[in-house]
C-alpha cells in the first residue's frame, strides 16, 4: 500500500524557469495540502486541497505559485518564474475526511534555484 | 492568530539520558499531534491526544496533554540515537478545520 508520492526528490531550476510538483495521496484520501520547509525550520501551511477544489491557500504567495488537485491524476504545485528564494523543501501530505487521524507526508521535493 | 512554542529549540543528549520537550499555546486546542521528522524525509505521526490530562506511551516515549488543553509534552526514557529527528508538535482547532499548524520544532540530536 504505496503511502504519498511525491516527485521529483530533488529539483534544480535556474531563476526565471518554472517549477512542477507533483503529489499523489494515499490511496483513499481524498484531502492534500502542501507545506514548505526551510533550513533549520519548521513546517509552514501553503495550500489546502479537495478534489478539484482549493479549500485554504491562505499560505500561498498570491504571485506565482498556484497548486490544482484534479480530478483525475496527481495534484500539482506551480511555482513561475522561480528565485532563489523560492529554495526550500516543499512536502504534499493527505488525509481521510477529517485530519483528526493526523497527515501522511510524502518525502518531499528539494528545490534548488541556481 | 494561535501563537505555538515548542522549547527548547535544540537539545543534545547522551544515549540512555530522558528528555522532555514542550509544546505550549494560549489557545484551547480540540486535539493535538505529535511528529517526527528525520533528516531528508517527511514528519511521521507519533500519537494524536484529545483529551486534557491524557497520557500515552509509546514505548519509551510518553505524551501528555495538558488539563486545560493547551500545552503538551513528550519525555523520552533512555534515548536512544535513533531517536534523533524534529520533533513537531501540530494541534488542531475546530476554526482551522482539516488545516494543521505545526510548531518550529525541537531538534533532538542523541549522541551514542
Same mark, same amino acid.
Given at each position: ?11 534544480? %531550476? %535556474?531563476?526565471?524557469? *518554472? ?20 533550513? *533549520? ?10 478534489? *478539484? ?14 497548486? *490544482? ?6 495534484? #500539482?504545485? %506551480? #511555482?513561475?518564474?522561480?528565485? %532563489? @528564494? ?15 487521524? @493526523?497527515?501522511?507526508? @510524502? ?8 | ?14 544515549? &540512555? ?26 514528519? !511521521? ?6 483529551? &486534557?490530562?491524557? !497520557? ?25 540515537? &535513533? ?13 482551522? &478545520? ?11 540530536? !542523541?549522541?551514542?
Amino acid at each position: 500500500n504505496a503511502g504519498v508520492m511525491q516527485n521529483p526528490r530533488h529539483l534544480v %531550476r %535556474r531563476r526565471g524557469q *518554472e517549477a512542477r510538483l507533483r503529489c499523489s495521496p494515499m490511496k483513499g484520501h481524498s484531502h492534500v495540502y502542501w507545506y514548505r520547509q526551510l533550513p *533549520e525550520e519548521g513546517l509552514k501551511f501553503m495550500v489546502y486541497l479537495q478534489k *478539484e477544489n482549493i479549500i485554504d491557500e491562505s499560505g500561498m504567495p498570491k504571485e506565482r505559485f498556484s497548486a *490544482e488537485f484534479p480530478k483525475e491524476g496527481p495534484s #500539482i504545485l %506551480r #511555482i513561475q518564474q522561480v528565485v %532563489r @528564494g523560492d529554495s526550500a523543501a516543499y512536502f504534499c501530505a493527505s488525509s481521510p475526511g477529517t485530519a483528526n487521524y @493526523g497527515y501522511t507526508f @510524502g518525502s518531499g521535493t528539494r528545490l534548488t534555484v541556481v | 492568530t494561535q501563537l505555538l512554542e515548542q522549547s527548547p529549540q535544540f537539545l543534545s543528549i547522551q544515549e &540512555g539520558e530522558n528528555l522532555t520537550v514542550y509544546c505550549n499555546s494560549s489557545s484551547v486546542f480540540s486535539s493535538l499531534q505529535w511528529y517526527r521528522q528525520e533528516p531528508g524525509e517527511g514528519p !511521521v505521526l507519533l500519537v494524536t491526544v484529545v483529551t &486534557g490530562g491524557e !497520557v500515552k506511551k509509546l514505548k519509551r516515549l510518553t505524551f501528555q496533554f495538558g488539563d486545560a488543553r493547551k500545552d503538551s509534552s513528550l519525555h523520552i526514557t533512555a534515548a536512544q540515537p &535513533g531517536d534523533t529527528g524534529l520533533y513537531l508538535c501540530a494541534p488542531s482547532t475546530k476554526a482551522a &478545520g482539516n488545516k494543521l499548524t505545526f510548531g518550529g520544532g525541537t531538534r533532538v540530536l !542523541v549522541k551514542p
